[in-house]
């Protein structure tokens, strides 16, 4: 069965300095993974997602995500933290078994705090 | 792309009220739908999800029901609201293999 645990609850950044999101997964099928964002109270923005193409991801708002088979891991970056980047983020997992069914499994969930 | 209409955005409920909350789908036909709720401080957890019409699966034993009487609408309902079934609730739709699903803008719930 699919899971995904994000290694981190809180991460707080100063402006303009990097972010790191830390996101590990477990899958029986070649996985697809994707990183939403949700701002308080609004529903989820896609970031990106991978589907076994390209191993580093390119999402929006310059964030990024590297795909890891041997470590099992799609850790979420972006060089520059805006103030606009604070923000809850879920890495999520796609059912890929027989039941087609698509569901996502989601991550408990990263708080990304920005201070200036 | 598809776009979500979930409604209302807040709602402030009794204890032992009914529940209905409706959600729409446009741009697209035939879609897999989804009820998530995510309680506060909390992930999302998928309640139903649904591959057509009449055709609603159960994720977890719960207070709540969920109905598909037409292909994009997607209908979350109570008899009886208790205090546990507050929290923020979330449509979705697509999530079909290696794609994404599109969300709603949520409904916060408030059981008082």
């Known amino acids: 069965a699919q899971s995904v645990t994000q290694l981190d609850s809180h991460v707080s950044v100063s402006e303009g300095t990097p972010v790191l999101l830390r996101c590990n997964y477990s899958s029986s099928y070649s996985p697809s993974l994707f990183w939403y964002v949700q701002h308080p109270n609004k529903g989820l923005q896609l970031l990106l997602k991978?589907?076994?193409?390209?191993?580093l991801v390119k999402g929006i708002n310059g964030f990024e995500a590297e795909f890891k088979k041997s470590e099992t891991s799609f850790h979420l970056t972006k060089p520059s933290a805006h103030m606009s980047d604070a923000a809850e983020y879920f890495c999520?997992?796609?059912?890929?078994?027989?039941?087609?069914?698509?569901?996502?499994?989601f991550g408990q969930g990263t708080t990304l705090q920005v201070k200036p | 792309s598809q776009t979500i209409h979930q409604w209302p955005a807040t709602l402030v409920q009794p204890v032992g009220s009914p529940l209905s909350l409706e959600c729409t789908v446009e741009g697209t036909s035939n879609p897999n739908l989804y009820w998530y709720r995510q309680a506060a401080g909390r992930g999302l957890q998928l309640l139903f999800y649904s591959i057509g019409i009449d055709q609603i699966s159960s994720e977890v034993p719960q207070n709540l029901s969920a109905s598909r009487p037409q292909d994009r609408q997607f209908i979350l309902s109570s008899k009886k609201l208790l205090l546990s079934d507050s929290g923020f609730y979330l449509c979705?739709?697509?999530?079909?293999?290696?794609?994404?699903?599109?969300f709603g803008q949520g409904t916060r719930l408030t059981v008082v």
């Open positions: 999520v997992v796609s059912d890929g078994g027989s039941g087609n069914t698509g569901k996502l499994i």
């Open positions: 991978y589907t076994s193409a390209a191993t």
């Open positions: 979705a739709c697509g999530g079909l293999i290696r794609r994404e699903a599109f």
